[in-house]
């Protein structure tokens, strides 16, 4: 599977949990698969063709007072559909796309002054604000983009794990700098304070945004904060499989979840895994 062909599919695996202490699931996540003539949303487990279609998966994290965090993470993966179908790929009629990095920044763009305007506007949804971290898979690459401390990680088929985005946090600087190690930054007292997301009271926020090629057999995770809170990057090693394995993406979300709450549970958590196969 080539960044110019047009067959491999996906299989996907997505589930979402309040947790063992908060009252309510701040967490939004979602899939969809689109072209210029529709587009179409995904259920929690499927597979499915590129050939005629992209797909978008996106996680995203609430904040907020009362029920604005909830508010802000639905809000943020709903625009999704509004504005990624236009960048689908060319046809045979070569109509013009926009190109995926400018449609992104315009989609983090406006999800952030929707935020914003609500945010100012009524007093029960003052200071929402969100992560969103998102995969948009072509045949032979991703782009992503993110904002916040929800993650996006890749699993390449030749083994190993990496983290794609940046944690949008002074300990995920810290970290990044080599100046503690990964359960340093675990246990970091302000490990969950931010310093960039969508809405709040940032005028403007640049989003990561990147595209790597993707090969069959490749994994990718994206989670909110909470799944790490329970889950060390050897854990989810174990958990999603060494390549060969030959340990299926079918209900791999779910038990992401299950561990992850069963070990802490002390935030909402969210998993959901993709896997690139052949046609």
């Known amino acids: 599977m080539d960044s110019h062909g047009s067959d491999g599919r996906l299989q996907w695996s997505g589930c979402s949990d309040r947790g063992r202490f908060r009252a309510n699931n701040e967490d939004s996540f979602v899939g969809l698969r689109f072209n210029r003539q529709e587009l179409e949303r995904l259920g929690k487990e499927g597979n499915a063709s590129l050939q005629s279609a992209d797909f978008v998966f996106a996680v995203s994290d609430g904040m907020g007072g009362a029920q604005a965090g909830e508010i802000a993470s639905r809000m943020a993966v709903e625009k999704v559909p509004r504005i990624l179908p236009k960048g689908f790929r060319p046809l045979a009629s070569r109509v013009e796309s926009e190109s995926p990095e ?10 952030h002054q929707a935020l ?3 945010g100012r506007s009524y007093e029960e949804c003052r200071g929402m604000e ?3 971290s998102l995969c948009w898979f072509a045949p032979g690459l991703l782009h992503f983009a993110h904002v916040g401390d929800s993650r996006i990680y890749r699993l390449p088929a030749a083994g190993g794990l ?14 990044r700098q080599g100046k503690i190690n990964e359960r ?15 809405g709040g009271g940032n005028q403007f926020v640049t989003p990561q945004i990147g595209s790597i090629p993707c090969s069959v057999g490749d994994r990718f995770l994206l989670c909110s904060d909470g799944l790490v809170e329970g889950l060390y990057d050897a854990h989810l090693m174990d958990l999603i499989g060494e390549p060969g394995t030959l340990r299926s993406v079918e209900g791999l979300g779910p038990r992401l ?11 909402n958590t969210t998993a ?7 046609s």
């Open 116 to 118: 914003v305007y609500l």
């Open 184 to 198: 340093e930054a675990r246990t970091h007292p302000r490990r969950n304070v931010l310093q960039k997301a969508l």
């Open 102 to 111: 400018s449609l992104l920044q315009a989609l983090f763009h406006e999800i």
């Open 162 to 175: 990496g983290q794609l985005t940046e944690d949008d946090t002074y300990v995920g600087w810290l970290y």
């Open 257 to 267: 979840v299950e561990a992850s709450v069963s070990a802490c549970g002390r935030d």
């Open 272 to 278: 959901l895994v993709i896997e690139v196969q052949g």
């Open 130 to 132: 969100t992560t969103l």
